[in-house]
């Protein structure tokens, strides 16, 4: 979300320090979105800047209508750009990631005989370029979207590998691809959803698998070694994940689309090293029902989307991280969504950006949500570093006025207080010196 969030494990016998950047967000009551037409099926959507790249179909193939968006979230089409026709990429399904002026995206169908591809193309509409196609050993076409690391694209197929069971492939700039792992069904089978990366690992679930075959969240590093299956789903605490998962701190958030006490499906968190699994809610049906769609964090909550009842279409909601506070801030605005959340940090909030088919019109749209509170200036690095003297020396860019450095002991809380020490400014970085004590702690700028 534009955050730079690190989690320093300083010393495992002393204390883990989590570091993280943001603005508190309280959003409460019904929200209005702001639906914006597009002609054809929305397939997914990336944010570069104040840009909305959005994919749609035409015949099964692809082009992109693209948004402009202002200081306060509105969208204007200055679109479309359009692909070059019969070039691939039929029914993209997975979210773009945008790279300088390059989007990368992913079909689940390029051709006869051809399983799917991953393509580029210029943000402008120009080079579209299919990177690599599926079918032939590598699994049938990916449904996530990727993760960009370096020159290295990562996803995941629902099935083929090895076996039957679907894949993580890493796929090169230059279109060298590398089956980096094949599930085998009792480490997990069928992933769907996007991967999430944390330095050289990647983050992700499968739909089904695991020991009680109700799906999965796994680590993999990036060369493909170091696989670990962090937690399998026994239908109490969710079922079946059809999309990936979001980051936060040391923190993964998830949904799945079924089990939970009402078996509509959950939404979930678990440590990037597999402890303190939680399920944050379980849909009732009334409030909404499988998820598909990973939540986006903004500041200190979780937001998302889901189906709602039948008569409802589909629902906005929130959620505290720590699993308190769940609301349904917007309802009956889609009868159907595509694809996941992407936000845009604007001058005096935040915009949350998604797809679908608006209920009334029943044409495709992009909708947008705003939520108060911005991020914009909340883009700040803070690093930290343990002293002989068993003090931590906390530090970030200077000048970075209006934030103010707060601590807390639970990151899933709101009970933030102000650190006491004013912070040492020497015209290139700002610092404050605090005890190393055991436990954990939290630290953020607000501002």
């Not at 692909?83 to 169908?109: E, V």
């Not at 990562?154 to 099935?159: K, L, N, V």
């Not at 883009?379 to 934030?403: D, R, Y």
């Amino acid at each position: 979300m534009g955050n730079d969030l690190q989690a320093h494990r300083l010393k495992p016998a002393l204390m883990l320090i989590l570091l993280f950047i943001g603005s508190l967000i309280k959003a409460s009551g019904a929200l209005t979105p702001t639906l914006y037409p597009t002609a054809n099926q929305i397939s997914g959507l990336a944010m570069s800047g104040k840009t909305l790249y959005v994919t749609t179909e035409v015949a099964n193939d692809s082009f992109f209508v693209v948004f402009g968006s202002d200081n306060e979230g509105n969208l204007s089409p200055i679109g479309p750009t359009h692909t070059s026709t019969g070039s691939g990429a039929y029914n993209p399904m997975g979210a773009m990631i945008a790279s300088g002026g390059t989007l990368y995206g992913t079909g689940t169908q390029q051709g006869q005989n051809v399983a799917g591809c991953v393509f580029s193309v210029n943000t402008n509409g120009s080079g579209f370029t299919v990177l690599h196609t599926f079918g032939n050993g590598g699994g049938p076409g990916p449904e996530g979207g990727l993760v960009l690391s370096g020159n290295f694209l990562y996803g995941t197929t629902p099935a083929g590998g090895n076996g039957t069971n679907g894949s993580v492939f890493a796929l090169g700039t230059d279109g060298s691809f590398t089956n980096l792992y094949s599930f085998g069904g009792g480490d997990g089978s069928n992933p769907q959803g996007a991967l999430v990366r944390s330095g050289n690992t990647l983050y992700g679930t499968t739909s089904s698998g695991g020991s009680g075959n109700d799906g999965t969240v796994f680590a993999l590093n990036t060369d493909g070694s170091g696989f670990t299956n962090l937690y399998s789903f026994h239908g109490s605490n969710g079922a079946n994940p059809q999309a990936g998962l979001s980051l936060f701190a040391n923190r993964l958030y998830g949904t799945t689309s079924a089990g939970g006490s009402n078996n509509n499906g959950t939404v979930f968190a678990i440590n990037k090293d597999g402890t303190d699994f939680q399920r944050l809610h379980a849909f009732a049906g009334t409030n909404g029902h499988a998820p598909q769609c990973a939540p986006v964090l903004v500041g200190d909550k979780l937001y998302g989307i889901a189906p709602g009842s039948t008569a409802d279409g589909c629902i906005f909601f929130s959620v505290n991280p720590g699993g308190t506070g769940f609301t349904v801030l917007a309802s009956n605005f889609m009868s159907s969504v595509i694809g996941g959340l992407v936000p845009c940090a604007n001058t005096t909030n935040t915009t949350l950006f998604g797809g679908g088919v608006a209920t009334f019109a029943s044409i495709p749209a992009a909708y947008g949500f705003t939520v108060p509170g911005t991020l914009a200036s909340a883009i700040v690095t803070m690093t930290v570093a343990l002293t002989h003297t068993n003090t931590l020396v906390i530090s970030w860019p200077s000048p970075s006025t209006g934030f103010t450095l707060q601590q807390n002991s639970n990151v899933g809380t709101t009970n933030w207080t102000n650190v006491a020490q004013t912070p040492a400014d020497n015209g290139t970085t700002m610092s404050v010196v605090v005890p190393a004590s055991p436990g954990s702690k939290f630290y953020r700028l607000k501002n």
